[in-house]
């Protein structure tokens, strides 16, 4: 959540891009003008731009009315839907070292999400299971919750989605062992003109002994088949 509902912390957030950079899994998008989203002056001439645009569609004809929404969607897209297009937002990690030499699986599971449809702008909603078998550090399981919130956070595509919350856990709890399944709903879901709202889709990554160990893999993917899409 943005708004310090959590710790941030840029930096770490920069070496998680690298690595997405690395792999080519990063959003296509020009963080040049996404740096400016923290300027209210910039808001303020983006908003500008798109009262026309609401003006031309024929939905509005009211100035008043059409600059407040326009404000107001520019407010929402920059400060809420998408912040985590910013790494000024990424989450504060905290690891602790492995003392107890803990070597058996942590899930976090029936994690609920909203995300965004890169194609249609419009909400996808979802449930993660993530799970980490830890080797050296250990991490709160809220902290998983945050990076997901994060990366969230973005016009996404599902399968970009959970490569990106698997690389950076991979990168940020030092181990391959990290498991991430998604079962979203998407509500662009159209084809052929026909429309089902309640058809949901499946997206998972394994590494490590996740991926290894096929007892690790059907016990998750047995708890992915119970969950439903919200
Ligand atoms: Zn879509």
């Not at 070496?15 to 989203?37: A, S, T, Y």
């Not at 058996?104 to 890169?118: V, Y």
């Not at 998604?182 to 990554?205: L, M, P, Q, T, W």
Request: glycine share 4%; net charge negative.
């Amino acid at each position: 959540m943005k708004n310090n509902q959590y710790q941030t912390n840029y930096e770490l957030g920069k070496e998680v891009q690298k690595r997405l950079i690395e792999f080519g899994i990063e959003n296509p998008v020009n963080h040049q003008l996404i740096k400016q989203w923290s300027n209210e002056e910039h808001l303020d001439s983006l908003a500008k731009k798109l009262i026309p645009f609401l003006e031309n569609l024929g939905i509005y004809s009211n100035d008043e009315d059409s600059s407040h929404t326009a404000n107001r969607l520019v407010d929402y897209w920059c400060n809420q839907l998408f912040y985590g297009l910013d790494y000024n937002y990424f989450p504060q990690i905290n690891p602790m070292p492995n003392e107890f030499t803990y070597h058996n699986p942590l899930i976090a599971e029936n994690i609920k999400f909203t995300s965004t449809c890169e194609h249609h702008l419009v909400p996808i909603h979802g449930v993660a299971i993530i799970a980490y078998k830890p080797d050296s550090i250990l991490v709160g399981l809220n902290k998983l919750n945050s990076v997901l919130d994060f990366f969230a956070h973005r016009p996404q595509l599902q399968e970009r989605l959970v490569k990106q919350i698997f690389i950076s856990l991979q990168y940020l709890l030092k181990t391959e062992n990290i498991a991430i399944l998604i079962k979203a709903r998407h509500d662009c879901i159209c084809s052929n003109g026909v429309c089902d709202y309640s058809s949901s889709h499946s997206s998972f990554e394994f590494g490590g002994v996740f991926d290894s160990d096929l007892s690790f893999k059907q016990h998750l993917l047995n708890k992915l088949d119970r969950i439903e899409a919200f």
